[in-house]
């Protein structure tokens, strides 16, 4: 699902070390777009220094182009925008839904903070700021997190509240940003979300396929105190799918998804089952406002009636909540 994560995971990054000529290992990802039809805002390309290609960007449609710009960038140059389009006969060739154009940034890796990567490697929300000059021809990044500022004065604090702003929705997303000190180009990649499916059957099967689909991750359990485990390593980005109608499973696990701000809270299960659900809670302390966070009937209405339409549904009302 994210590019960048992988390319972090699989230590593609260590590749900016050296090189023939002493030239460096670059990183291509878009600034501006149009066009392309639908994409991956984590897309991006890694060049190493003889010209081999990392990743994926358009369809590889320029990978060519980009390598010779690469190759071009001055000793000392941090960075290099370039615009790259497909019309036509390129597009079936890259296997795009349409032409399109774009402005793509040519960043040498040392310019690029190590934290950036030892996050994304490890799974955790990052956000990335990139300077960019009136001509585009220079760029310095920093890393924001959704904790204290980074210890940098000349980051626009405009720049780091968009960034944990855009971090909050649990989207990958990139834009370019205008702030007092200039345009920056801010780059998120966040969590991988992760479901925890209390329950199995049928439905739970296809909820961890639906998932694989979506590129989140996805556990399925029995157990009371497996879910909270689960639900206490990552809660920023962990949603609940209760599937479970056992009082002693559903209540404790509810309780404890809604006193830790996950994202979505969902439950599947009849009027009667909600409840009595509801009344457990209300005895464990819980009061009406975060009863009134746990989505049952549970999924979008779409009309859903077989149990891959359930899944379907359910993923979709997810997507739906992480993106507010």
């Known amino acids: 699902m994210r590019e960048l994560a992988d390319m972090a ?3 593609v990054p260590p590749l900016r070390e050296g090189g023939p000529g002493g030239r460096t290992a670059v990183l291509a990802r878009p600034v501006t777009e149009r066009g392309f039809g639908p994409r991956r805002p984590a897309d991006a390309l890694l060049i190493d220094a003889d010209g081999t290609c990392h990743g994926t960007l358009y369809g590889g449609a320029f990978d060519r182009q980009l390598a010779a710009e690469a190759a071009a960038l001055p000793p000392g140059h941090t960075a290099r925008v370039c615009a790259v389009s497909v019309h036509e006969d390129g597009v079936k060739e890259a296997g795009l839904t349409c032409g ?5 940034l040519l960043q040498p890796l040392p310019a690029v903070p190590a934290r950036w990567w030892q996050l994304l490697a490890a799974g955790a929300d990052a956000a990335l700021i990139t300077w960019l000059d009136e001509r585009r021809v220079r ?3 920093t890393v924001v997190t959704p904790g204290p500022p980074p210890d940098d004065p000349d980051l626009p604090p405009q720049a ?19 702030t007092d000190a200039g345009l920056v ?6 969590a991988v979300p992760r479901l925890v499916i209390v329950g199995g059957g049928e439905l739970a099967e296809l909820l961890v396929a639906q998932a694989e689909l979506l590129g989140w991750g996805a556990t399925v359990t029995a157990a009371a105190r497996d879910a909270a485990e689960l639900l206490a390593e990552r809660p920023a980005a962990t949603c609940l799918i ?3 109608h056992e009082p002693d499973v559903d209540v404790p696990t509810l309780h404890t998804a809604l006193t ?11 009027r009667r089952t909600q409840e009595r659900r509801a009344t457990g809670l209300v005895e464990a302390g819980l009061n009406d406002e975060l009863l009134g966070r746990i989505h049952g009937p549970i999924g979008l209405d779409i009309g859903a009636r077989t149990p891959t339409e359930t899944a379907l549904a359910i993923c979709a009302e997810v997507l739906s909540a992480l993106d507010r």
């Open 9 to 11: 995971r699989l230590g």
């Open 100 to 104: 399109g154009q774009a402005e793509i």
């Open 139 to 141: 760029a310095v990044s």
């Open 160 to 178: 780091a509240a968009r960034a944990r702003d855009l971090l909050a929705r649990h989207r990958a997303d990139r834009e370019v940003h205008s």
């Open 185 to 190: 180009l801010i780059e998120t990649c966040p």
């Open 242 to 244: 209760m599937l479970s």
């Open 260 to 270: 830790s701000g996950l994202p979505y809270v969902g439950a599947l299960g009849s």
